[in-house]
């Protein structure tokens, strides 16, 4: 069967979206799945629209070309409804091709999802590797669906969901992700010239972080793979696309300590020299093992900080301490280890004067990296509940292109939409206007590049690193990278960036003026 796999345009992360990191990934759900049905020997392809910017239309020559049997189309919340629009282009182009949604939206919201557009044939409920080969079986030998778990569908006018399929017990089991069908050419960590390879160790995570859907999504368990089988796509990598930035993407990458000793003995034994990152809770490292990592090649570590305001992380269950977390960035900073900061602004509490103690909380813990968002309730989590139920949001919506963290969708009490929104750019400003901040940023470049690419490709990326920062001086002036002395005064806020480009407006005309005398 010919099965074409897209990743859609339209959503941007607030990991894309942010300045410094501007993070591109494979999508590895589609990869794995891939994987699995190249093994079963099915003519697989994939289009990440996402990585190109390809709308709908742009992609239906591609769709068209191929002509597949079976699309299947990846859906997260914010990307659900551009999702649904490369449904439609599908069967306009193919209109005997059957399409399947998958990930955590169709999981959590398969009746809105599939009825959203009489496109949609199939929607993929939970880890999708196993049910997809399944349907695709199902498909070219034309037998019943119903005993497929994990699937909903459409026949005969009415759905019907299929019990939900179990968790995936053996993760070594999967073949590695079919990278190859995939633009790894163009992933990118911090919007460098540096490939960056998404990795996957294990899935799920234990606690109960009352706004994670992805442990929603895994039922609270953690898998892992073992430490060979890690090593062994690590190898795989290094030897096919070379000098590649390994970032592990699982929620609880160090969950076992014995684990992370396994993983890195195993580099050093196969001699694998490649620097790496992970992202952890701040309550699981001790000294010893972040030391362990960073003698490893372990350079990048992302921590959910989440707030400043032990209140705030007490509301939605985080389970740890600011005490923790002061600790755990001082342990990174004497060992080297760069670290991002995560944090989330309008969790219900929050007020004007807890998102101005987190700003300078997080400013003193001196991360590498920050990356602000706007606290954002998804479908499957507790958060998505009590925010129906206390009226933060009025209804389901319809339209989830707006829940991507970074604009507020919250009715909240202590502050309105538009003052949360000033916060979070006041938050950026005010972290990355800092001369140690740049100094420290400009280093961060060098060092890694050197060690990567040599000094030439290091001279072209510290170029790609200030270019940007250097448009927006002569466009705006210097005056309007100063900070205001009110955060939530929107006119004081934004009248330098307004002035300044009056007066290169009159400018111009004065230019014009003078040229046509």
């Not at 929607?123 to 997809?132: H, I, K, P, V």
């Not at 796509?233 to 160090?254: H, L, P, Q, V």
């Not at 813990?365 to 206390?390: I, M, N, R």
């Amino acid at each position: 069967m010919k099965i074409l796999l897209i990743n859609p345009a339209g959503h941007v992360s607030k990991y894309k979206k942010h300045p410094v990191i501007n993070f591109t990934a494979i999508p590895l759900g589609l990869a794995y799945i891939a994987a699995m049905l190249e093994e079963e020997d099915h003519n697989v392809k994939a289009l990440d629209a996402a990585c190109f910017q390809l709308s709908p239309e742009e992609s239906k020559k591609w769709i068209k070309k191929f002509n597949p049997d079976l699309v299947g189309i990846q859906a997260f919340t914010p990307s659900v409804n551009y999702a649904v629009d490369y449904a439609d282009a599908v069967k306009e182009v193919t209109p005997n091709a059957k399409v399947m949604l998958g990930g955590p939206h169709p999981t959590f919201m398969p009746d809105q999802t599939i009825n959203y557009t009489k496109s949609i044939d199939f929607c993929l409920r939970g880890e999708g590797e196993y049910t997809s080969v399944r349907l695709v079986n199902a498909l070219e030998k034309g037998t019943s669906l119903k005993d497929i778990k994990g699937l909903s569908f459409r026949h005969n006018g009415n759905i019907y969901h299929n019990p939900d399929a179990p968790l995936i017990e053996d993760l070594d089991a999967l073949p590695f992700p079919a990278r190859h069908l995939f633009p790894v050419q163009h992933y990118r960590f911090f919007g460098s010239r540096f490939r960056g390879a998404s990795f996957i160790s294990s899935r799920g995570c234990p606690y109960n972080c009352s706004f994670c859907s992805e442990a929603a999504l895994f039922r609270h368990r953690w898998r892992p793979r073992s430490a060979k089988n890690v090593v062994d796509e690590i190898e795989y990598i290094e030897s096919r696309w070379k000098k590649s930035i390994i970032g592990f993407m699982d929620d609880c990458f160090a969950l076992s300590k014995k684990r992370v000793w396994q993983i890195c003995d195993e580099m050093k034994k196969r001699k694998i020299d490649c620097p790496w990152g992970c992202a952890m809770r701040v309550d699981i490292p001790d000294f010893d093992m972040l030391n362990k990592m960073a003698r490893h090649g372990c350079g990048m570590i992302y921590f959910g900080v989440e707030s400043g305001s032990q209140q705030i992380l007490n509301n939605v269950k985080k389970g740890t301490s600011v005490e923790q977390i002061r600790k755990v960035f001082k342990w990174c900073r004497k060992l080297g280890i760069d670290s991002i900061a995560s944090l989330a602004f309008g969790f219900p509490g929050e007020t004007k004067r807890s998102v101005m103690d987190t700003i300078q909380f997080v400013i003193d813990l001196k991360p590498s990296f920050v990356v602000f968002a706007s606290a954002t309730p998804y479908p499957g989590t507790p958060f998505f509940d009590q925010a129906l139920e206390t009226g933060l949001i009025k209804e389901i919506p319809q339209d989830w292109s707006r829940f991507t963290l970074l604009d507020p969708v919250l009715e909240l009490t202590n502050m309105t939409k538009e003052e949360l929104k000033l916060l979070l750019f006041y938050a950026y400003r005010k972290f990355h206007l800092r001369f140690q901040y740049l100094l420290d940023r400009l280093w961060f470049e060098i060092s890694l590049g050197l060690k990567l690419y040599g000094p030439f490709q290091t001279a072209i990326q510290f170029i790609d690193a200030v270019l940007p920062w250097l448009r927006w001086m002569k466009k705006y002036g210097v005056l309007a990278q100063l900070l205001p002395k009110d955060p939530l005064d929107e006119k004081e806020y934004f009248h330098r960036v307004y002035f300044a480009k009056k007066k290169k407006k009159e400018m111009q005309q004065n230019k014009n003026r003078t040229n046509k005398s």
